[in-house]
């Protein structure tokens, strides 16, 4: 089993920037990469970024240039920096983890104001 906690998640006006944070504990090893979705309210949950245990990296076309996943290997955390933040990224985002199976995080909030 893997246990995913984010944090980092909060408040910020348009234009700004938030990082959020997901570190990993348990079955560490079976871990092939880790990412995040983001659902907003009355959506599906929408896939954002994502990054191998190799290093390479993905980004949703919405976020692209604005966003940044990055990895720490010792730390068995990766990161999100985001930067220019819209209203419409507004939404509750999740830490994800695939190996054998996929494993969640609790979520964490970002609100963008106008």
């Known amino acids: 089993q893997v246990q995913l906690v984010e944090s980092g998640g909060g408040l910020v006006q348009a234009g700004g920037s938030l990082k959020l944070s997901c570190t990993a504990s348990g079955s560490i090893f079976s871990i092939n990469g880790m990412g995040w979705f983001r659902q907003a309210p009355g959506n599906q949950r929408e896939w954002v970024a994502s990054i191998t245990t190799g290093g390479s990296t993905n980004y949703a076309d919405s976020v692209k240039g604005r966003f940044t996943i990055s990895r720490d290997g010792a730390e068995n955390t990766v990161y999100l920096q985001m930067s220019s933040l819209k209203p419409e990224d507004t939404a509750v985002y999740y830490c994800?983890?695939?190996?054998?199976?996929?494993?969640w995080g609790q979520g964490t909030q970002v609100t963008v104001s106008s």
């Open positions: 994800y983890a695939w190996s054998f199976k996929n494993y």
